[in-house]
């Protein structure tokens, strides 16, 4: 496999550029370029992906991964990392974490790389790793995903001035890819679809009415702040009856409600 700074060095000749172009428009030296092509030190890993954007190729061609082989070997991870994603977010950090080695500045990878890190204690990462993939990923569903994630990072933290233009990068859709699947195909890759667009719709729907009733409840229309909240209630209680698909899920929608629920029963007594 052809080493890293042989391709950065090839690419560049081959858009005839010079070292301190490339390195002002990923924003280093041009030492730190000069560095990368002769091999004494790599590119930061949160760089990768803006180098291979910046020579309209993809991460797998600076490389020259085999896609395939390596999508299944990223799925394999991503999947290891996921299983401890919430019993154990530091093990999932590490899987990933160790996935970058081996396949550096891949986005799948950087993308579940943001579901481990606090927004709060960790956010100049959240934020540096969320602009990065915002710029330079090919990947729709990873750029609108990191969208989302850094106007909630920006949330958390009190930036509320710099929520807005995040979100207006993300398009309005009014369907979903997993309900046309659901609808759409048959038999397993149908119910599978199905089983997944439940369960986000359920939490979303759940979340939308907590959100409305707290609106309504700050402007004083304590009636209709209530119904919202009792219809929460009802939603959550519906799903006492559902079944763990352990094939798609670590738990039900019940399950996974409890904060929801201890929300609700404040807000109703407050």
Known sequence: MIKL????KSLRKQKNISQEILAGYLGVSFQAVS????????????????IASFFGVSTDELFDFNLFEMEKQVDEICHEAYKCRFSDTARSEQILREG???FPGNDIILNNLLYTLDYTTRADEVISLCKTLIESTKD???KYDACRILASCYKE??????????LEKIPEVYFSKLELMAS???????????????????????SMLIIAGKH?????????ANAQFRIAQKIIAAFEE???ESKFFTSTVYESSMEYREEIEQLLNE
């Not at 700074?5 to 950065?8: L, Y």
């Not at 309504?216 to 209709?224: A, F």
């Open 100 to 102: 970058l080695q081996r």
């Open 5 to 8: 700074g042989e391709k950065i």
């Open 242 to 244: 559902d079944f763990l």
């Open 216 to 224: 309504l409840k700050k402007n004083g229309e304590l009636k209709k």
């Open 184 to 206: 759409l195909l048959e038999g397993e890759e149908s119910y599978e679809a199905a089983q997944k667009h439940k369960n986000i719709s359920a939490d979303d729907l759940i």
């Open 157 to 166: 933290n009190g930036q509320i001035d710099l929520i807005k233009p995040v």
């Open 35 to 50: 560095k990368w092509e002769n091999g004494s030190t790599m590119p930061d890993v949160t760089l990768i992906p803006a």
């Open 140 to 142: 729709d569903s990873v």
